[in-house]
């Protein structure tokens, strides 16, 4: 236990460090949000102008659908995955996650699964091309032949999530320090706790769709297959039944890190601690509840249209006790506005604009109007730009002192920040507009009402996607040449990851500390 | 057993990880390239599995050694009880998606093509002349071309027969089999945890013969309904749900009786497990017991109201 790092590569290939393990994870992602983010700027690039330019519809729609695929399950996921490795553990005062080879295999899939999938752009007949929801029949009758590369890299990506998941349940309800009972755990392990049960809720029955599409495709079954008595809108249901919790597993971790910056930077306690505990369960237990809203014009019995539109409208009243306590810890605090601090309120403000905009989504009646629209595409980036990827921007700049042992420069922080800003609403305001207009989602070309906007949005598209490098230049000059950062790095931060040195040892909590 | 609660087993550099994600990725890899028609599919879907099983093996032993000697403390079998209890809550959620598929198909999708429901004009425009039943027998696209079934009539279905044949229906035994192997793992458990070793080995290995026997009778039925009644995989929504859940239902328990197995093996020949130091095959033992009660639901679902 008392060794350091190996040398070489072989660091990394063998590692059972969660340190390691959280640091390539987070690369990884990383690199998977640049490439997913050269995806999403080909597709603005076509739709800067109306007509068709540069890429063809099919190719178009590769992009699309690559697009969502690279940014859900290679960048978002992982990312949270890598902060939860590298934080969880010194949160709780563990010496490592709980089942430490098992957490290098989980992350040592996915390198091999988003190869596998990125490799179907280069294939006969194309990368898959049906959306990131692969509906059916699109993704099985009229499916390009890569749809079977597609299904196995989905496969193996959602056994890494499980294993991930249950590493990390094992780890805190396993590891925790003497005293650290479950309600003094620091909100981001208490969201992560949660998320992880989705995630073991949720992966099996993604596992289970596309066995189906596989079986459907290969081996002549008829689960989406009306003439066989199957039925496509199974498909949506069972997809759809992991996708909704899917994007709680995507905000829930974000959650937890605002919860940990925002007082930091008030210099309060978190206003409502148990009650954000309980909001964040109550939203987990809802999200399994809800999955139809995103199929209300498929044509679903009345009933159903109701029950779906009143359990979705539930999950605005804990969504808002965390949007309050927010607030309230802000209210009346003595706050500074580092980076950290700037993305969580960006954070607060945003995502509760993607939450409002997501409540008019829920309206059934009103739903068959905005349905499929570009409406649809500013309510989810509205909620995963600012809510997923701000978060986790955010949480890079808060622990990379703890990690790295050296600060970031605040001035190019403070820049990436209001780049970001500025060319995210930019990107995904105007997108509103085009949609209550009429704008269809994932399509190449479009009517020339929508030319203003969708330049406008184009332009603002590729000045986030420069911010991004800047960030990725402000971490990597952070890590060779920042000025030493202190132990605890923040004012007067909460929490044990800041009894610790900075740079964390490799090693941290081998005997596990006393919490009072 | 010198670990105590404060240093917990954090083991070095592995190489293991590292190979398994390769074995698993060079599986997937050669399944996807064979599905597609590619010749060279079954070699690396071969040397995948291999690899994977290599790595298996090896992973297996090196947990087994750390736990003989005396590395793993009370905290680390506590994750792995941790893990084993919620992989097979996965497992759950992923029958859960088939017999969700079964449920809709049979509660709303099946009315509505069959036109059953007054506001639904599929079946008038698009299946004329399709009726809902279950077992379906005939698909809406059979209807439509006027094609006869396979199968001819309702008793020619694998469906519960009623109760006066009960006693010359199949899945009967292999629910009675299945039920009976549940108990014997459990007197498997009980007799090691009281030190009867012999008694252990002699119930743990009826356990994998029993698994063995209703695996033996699941391929018996297949082989009747493929070639008796006509029934496959691509006769429909029928036989698509009757295979698919009764077919990973015996994917597992092969697993199962496989893990069951080796545990007899690793009593019968190694001397493992103690009274107080079995996770292993309590483990096991948990996996068996989880595809016992999904046979119960398939029996239920699949069988009796099937």
Do not use: C
């Amino acid at each position: 236990m008392a060794h350091g790092p190996a040398k070489g590569i072989a660091r990394w290939l063998y590692t059972t460090n969660h340190k390691d393990i959280g640091s390539m994870y987070l690369w990884f992602s990383f690199a998977m949000f640049l490439l997913g983010g050269v995806f999403a700027l080909v597709i603005r690039a076509e739709l800067f102008q109306p007509g068709l330019q540069i890429v063809d519809p099919n190719f178009f729609n590769q992009m699309t659908t690559m697009h969502g695929l690279v940014m859900v399950f290679g960048a978002v996921m992982p990312a949270f995955v890598g902060l939860a490795n590298w934080m969880v553990p010194m949160m709780i005062g563990a010496p490592d996650m709980a089942l430490p080879r098992m957490n290098n295999w989980s992350f040592w899939i996915l390198p091999f699964a988003f190869a596998m999938l990125t490799s179907t752009l280069f294939m006969e007949g194309g990368a898959p091309n049906f959306g990131w929801t692969f509906y059916a029949p699109l993704s099985t009758t009229y499916a390009p032949p890569s749809v079977t590369f597609f299904i196995f890299a989905i496969h193996i990506m959602g056994a890494s999530s499980i294993m991930g998941a249950i590493n990390i349940i094992a780890t805190i309800l396993n590891m925790r320090a003497p005293g650290m009972t479950l309600m003094k755990m620091p909100l981001f392990v208490w969201t992560w706790l949660i998320t992880a049960y989705l995630l073991i809720a949720v992966m099996p029955v993604l596992a289970g769709v596309v066995t189906m599409m596989l079986m459907d495709i290969h081996f002549g079954t008829s689960f989406f297959n009306a003439a066989g008595g199957g039925d496509p809108v199974l498909f949506q249901h069972i997809f759809w039944f992991f996708g909704h919790p899917e994007v709680y597993i995507m905000i829930l971790p974000a959650f937890g890190i605002v919860s940990a910056i925002i007082p930091t930077f008030s210099r309060k306690p978190l206003f409502g601690y148990a009650s954000m505990v309980y909001a964040t369960a109550s939203i987990a237990f809802l999200s399994f509840i809800v999955w139809a809203h995103h199929m209300f014009t498929v044509g679903m019995p009345l009933a159903g249209e109701l029950f779906f539109m009143y359990a979705t409208m539930l999950i605005a009243v804990p969504t808002g006790v965390k949007v309050f306590n927010w607030t309230a810890t802000m209210f009346k605090g003595s706050l500074t506005f580092e980076t950290p601090m700037l993305f969580s309120i960006a954070f607060v403000i945003l995502f509760t604009i993607g939450g409002f905009s997501g409540l008019m989504l829920a309206i059934a009646p009103a739903d068959f109007q905005y349905h499929d629209t570009y409406f649809v595409v500013a309510h989810f980036h509205y909620v995963l730009v600012p809510g997923a990827i701000f978060s986790i921007t955010a949480a890079v700049y808060y622990w990379l002192p703890k990690w790295s042992g050296r600060m970031y420069s605040e001035v190019m922080g403070k820049t990436h920040f209001w780049l970001a800003f500025i060319g995210l609403n930019v990107t995904f305001f105007p997108m509103h507009f085009s949609g209550l207009a009429g704008m269809p989602r994932r399509i190449p070309d479009y009517h020339m009402m929508f030319a203003d906007w969708n330049m406008i949005s184009s332009i603002g598209a590729f000045l986030f996607g420069g911010a991004q490098v800047l960030f990725l230049y402000i971490v990597i000059s952070t890590i060779v040449s920042g000025r030493k950062a202190t132990d605890k790095v923040w004012e007067n931060p909460e929490g044990l990851e800041w009894t610790v040195p900075s740079p964390a040892p490799y090693h941290t909590f081998s005997t596990p500390p006393e919490v009072k | 057993m010198s670990t105590h609660e404060g240093s917990y087993y954090v083991p070095e550099q592995s190489k293991l990880p590292i190979w398994a994600s390769f074995g698993l990725f060079l599986t997937v890899f050669g399944a996807a390239h064979w599905l597609n028609g590619n010749s060279k599919g079954p070699m690396i879907f071969l040397a995948g599995g291999l690899v994977f099983a290599f790595v298996l093996w090896n992973w297996f032993s090196a947990v087994i050694g750390e736990n003989m000697s005396g590395l793993a403390g009370p905290q680390l079998k506590r994750s792995y009880v941790w893990g084993m209890g919620w992989f097979i809550f996965s497992e759950v959620m992923f029958f859960a998606a088939f017999f969700g598929a079964l449920f809709y198909v049979r509660t709303m999708a099946l009315p509505w093509l069959g036109g059953e429901v007054e506001s639904t004009a599929t079946n008038e425009f698009l299946w004329p002349g399709f009726t809902a039943e279950w077992p379906l027998m005939v698909t809406p696209d059979m209807a439509v071309n006027g094609d006869r079934a396979t199968v001819l009539g309702p008793d020619q279905n694998l469906s519960y027969p009623g109760f006066g044949a009960m006693f010359s229906w199949l899945p009967f035994w292999n629910t009675v089999i299945l039920l009976s192997s549940s108990v014997t793992v459990h007197f498997a458990h009980a007799a090691i945890k009281n030190n009867q070793r012999r008694a252990f080995n002699s119930w743990l290995g009826v356990t994998v013969l029993l698994g063995i026997i209703f695996l033996i009778m699941q391929a018996l039925e297949y082989h009747h309904a493929y070639t008796d009644l006509g029934l496959t995989l691509q006769s429909g929504i029928y036989g698509t749900t009757f295979f698919m859940l009764t077919g990973f239902h015996g994917a597992h328990v092969t697993l199962g009786t496989f893990m069951l197995l080796v545990m007899w093996l690793r009593s019968v020949l190694k001397g493992h497990f103690k009274p107080d130091d079995n996770f292993g095959f309590e483990a096991a033992s948990w996996y068996w017991h989880f595809v016992d009660v999904v046979w119960v639901g398939l029996f239920i679902v699949v069988y009796i109201f099937g």
